[in-house]
């Protein structure tokens, strides 16, 4: 064999052993979950009950709830691919202490809940919260669905197949794929990856009215996606570009105020 087969066979194994380790491993690359037996009261809530959901696949999950005061719109939050919902008490507070009733759901297999992620999985879980706010009296009207980056899918899914009041997305995409495709450029990512959201399959199926916040400078989820899921997006709905912040826009106080704005002027 030639020196040039040689490593030209070399290459093509090696490209071949990492395809098969991404395919293999993607799930762990994708959700980053964490178990720290973290509290309501041990990250600064009060007032949050802990609430036991059992999902329809019978995955037990976690929901902190807080009730809203009278007349005003429930969040049900999704968080994104990393930590867990304790790590987010900050927004919780400020959502709560503005009237909003607040809703916390741990996707399967992130802090306290059983089962692992999947894109399925994470959907059905949806559901549950949803069904378990509307089993406690929260009208469909009175929800507004919020989901922060992957997070985004997951809201964008349940507000497509069920009544809603409102639906806000901060840096969100039209396909995980779509994202992945941009770091991973050198693989066939569209035809390996299993949990894709193809939000923007579901997008013009939403009915509530939208707000999608997205950090102009966003390296991790860029702005592309964000305005390209706008554009595909019915009616009524509202786009909010940050300048000068990235993905840190999850994190920005002015962000959750355009949030309770939003739903407070829409949800009546």
Known sequence: MSLFKFFAVSAIVAYAAVAFGMYVFQRKLQYHPEHKGLTPESVGIIGASIETLTTADGEKLILWHAPARAGMPTILYFQGNAGEIGDRPLRFNYYHSRGFGVAYLSYRGFGGSSGSPSEAGLITDASAGYDWLIARGVEPGRIALLGESLGSGVAVQL??????????????????????????????????????????????????????????????????????????????????????????????????????????RVIK
Do not use: C, N
């Open 159 to 264: 507000a497509a197949q069920r009544e809603v009041g409102a639906l806000a997305l901060e840096a969100p995409y039209t396909s995980t794929a779509e994202v992945a495709a941009k770091i991973y450029w050198w693989l066939p990512v569209h035809a390996l990856m299993k949990d894709q959201f193809k939000s923007i399959d579901f997008i013009a199926a939403v009915v509530a009215p939208l707000l999608i916040i997205h950090g102009e400078e966003d390296k991790l989820v860029p702005v592309e996606f964000g305005k390209r899921l706008f554009a595909s997006a019915s009616q009524p709905k509202e786009l909010e570009i940050v300048s000068g912040l990235g993905h840190d826009v999850l994190f920005e106080e002015t962000t959750w105020a355009r949030e309770t704005e939003f739903f407070a």
